[in-house]
């Protein structure tokens, strides 16, 4: 069978281009929900024909999300999550279509992650296809992870909730490795509110909420341990009107990374301590928001799945994904913190996500489904 799918898979790449061709020349901006619609709608089609039952979670504002389900033959249940939003306004399809340069597809989204869902889709039409005997498969494809996933991080819950592996499409590191640690995140607005007075005639009136914000970016990014790999940035602030009035208000937005969840809840505490305490007198500071994910961590079990597909390489004749950790979050982190087995990064090798040189090497294309496959089927033989 791993010779079938590699014939298989190995003569894919035309139909697989094809495919991505259309998906990066599709518009799909997290905020544009006609394009993520129009792509949720032809998966929705072409999973229903190979067998999948549909469920279309239609949402008013943002692009619908799309969950497919197979009834297996075998015990145990395999989630594949991949996102069909990009970072992308409307328009830049057309301003920068799909194009090959050598060994490299280009084009808004090719690698992030356009790419990986046609990977996960023709990895389990060759299983499916070649009949092979699989455990229950549940595909869900969102359309605002770059935006957060508010919409559809219940829906990835509950799945996850009766997973008994996960497998994300994000791109594939540069090198070829897949992602087997992600870091948490907190994600903060931070606002201090003081007492406006004219800054000239009447100073000793006003209380600074722009002072004490200063005071508070500073203790916040104090609270950085790179040794522990925790990293607190402060990335946004506004305040204040004009520069002759002591301002009343003022706002930051603030980005908590962390690699284990004791040391997230501790640093959320460390946070929302600064955020209370204020050195400005007149001022006060309140904060909204919190921890978004736990870590993607690596434990026994996914150490377990990663060296699956390592000897699935070796028996393909497939080069060996090495595995990397990576400060960047993605929704395998919702999974992996319920206690899943998650591997990351299995889509195509590519780089410069979001950028306007973001590329895929096409030759992986058909490399990593075939590397996917015949780990799925290795899996499915142990049930």
Known sequence: MYQK???????????????????????????????????????????SELGFQIEVDEQDEYGNNLIAKYKGEKEGNFLFLGHLDTVFAAGTAAERPFTIKGDRAYGPGVSDMKGGIVILYHTLASLINLEV???????????????????????????????????????????????????????????????????????EKGSSAIEELAHKILALHNLTDLAKGITVNVGVISGGERSNIIADQAVAKVDLRFETKIDGKVMDEKIRSVANSCQVVGTSGTIRGGLNRMPLAKTKASEQLYAKFCQTAARMNLSKPGEKKTGGASDGNYVSGLGVPTIDALGPVGGNSHSLKEYAEVATLTERATLLAGTLYSLAEEN
């Open 133 to 203: 005997e699989l455990p229950n498969l549940t595909v869900i494809l969102n359309g605002d992870e770059e935006i957060g996933t508010h919409s559809s991080r219940a829906i990835i819950e509950r799945e996850g909730a009766v997973a008994d592996y996960c497998f994300v499409l994000e791109p594939g590191r540069s090198d070829g490795s897949v992602v087997t640690q992600r870091k948490g995140v907190g994600d903060y607005e931070l606002t201090v509110e003081g007492v406006a007075s004219h800054s000239g005639a009447d100073p």
């Open 5 to 47: 799918l590699k014939s298989c898979l190995g003569n894919k790449q035309a139909e697989m281009l094809e495919e991505l061709e259309f998906l990066v020349n599709t518009d799909s901006g997290s905020y544009y929900k006609n394009g993520i619609d129009k792509l949720v709608d032809y998966y929705a089609d072409k999973y």
